[in-house]
């Protein structure tokens, strides 16, 4: 009986492993086909990522960029016509008011004739102006962002009744605690029209 348990009993050293090898296919034959295969998939692997990387790309910039209210809102247009002699017209551009004040002669030669150096911010009339007969500036007092009244205040432009500023005909800072004077937005004139923005 002894006998028989060591007859059956097998090491790893012994034991036999079948040869497989008319089963597998010969490198030389398949070796050409397989690489082909291979090169295929790595390219259509990288062609599918690249285009869902570029359709992901593509739609990020799409919800990044402006909307259509927001351009609406890039720009304003004035028809200056509309604008009688000597009137203000207050317009709403990027959520902050525009002044547009159609400017008399007598209005203009006024605000040649101030001394800029003793303002407090110094600035010629004609610095502030394209075209003399129309001020275009942003209602927005320089001081704490108050919304100026026009035709008001100590030289006839604007008075800010929050705490006392009094700008001239040219928005130019004149009296007050305001450090500057009216800001002048980009604008620009195309026929009768009064471009902003």
Same mark, same amino acid.
Request: proline share 5%; glycine share 8%.
């Given at each position: 009986? *002894?006998?028989? !348990? ?11 492993? $079948? ?12 070796g ?12 259509t692997t ?29 720009k ?7 604008? &009688?002699?000597?009137?203000n ?6 959520g902050?008011p ?15 004739t ?7 911010d &110094? ?16 209602g927005?007092c320089? *001081?704490?962002? @108050? ?6 205040? !100590?030289?006839?432009?604007?008075y @800010?009744? @929050? ?5 001239d ?7 007050? &605690?305001? $450090? ?6 980009e604008?620009d ?9």
């Amino acid at each position: 009986m *002894h006998n028989k !348990d060591e007859q059956q009993r097998r090491y790893q050293h012994t034991t036999q492993v $079948p040869d497989f090898q008319k089963y597998k296919k010969s490198s030389t034959t398949s070796g050409e086909a397989s690489r082909s295969f291979a090169y295929m998939m790595v390219g259509t692997t990288a062609l599918v990522s690249a285009a869902g990387a570029q359709a992901t790309v593509s739609d990020f910039l799409a919800n990044m960029s402006a909307s259509a209210d927001v351009l609406a809102l890039a720009k304003a247009e004035v028809d200056m016509a509309s604008i &009688p002699e000597g009137k203000n017209v207050t317009i709403k551009w990027r959520g902050k008011p525009v002044f547009i004040r159609h400017r008399t002669q007598d209005e203009i030669a006024e605000a040649n004739t101030v001394n800029v150096q003793e303002l407090r911010d &110094p600035q010629q009339d004609a610095e502030r102006v394209k075209q003399p007969e129309w001020l275009v500036m942003l209602g927005v007092c320089t *001081h704490l962002g @108050c919304v100026p009244i026009g035709e008001a205040g !100590d030289y006839g432009g604007w008075y @800010c009744p @929050c705490h006392g500023s009094h700008y001239d005909i040219s928005g130019r800072i004149r009296k007050g &605690p305001a $450090p500057l004077n009216l800001e002048i937005p980009e604008y620009d004139f195309a026929g009768d029209k009064l471009i902003i923005g």
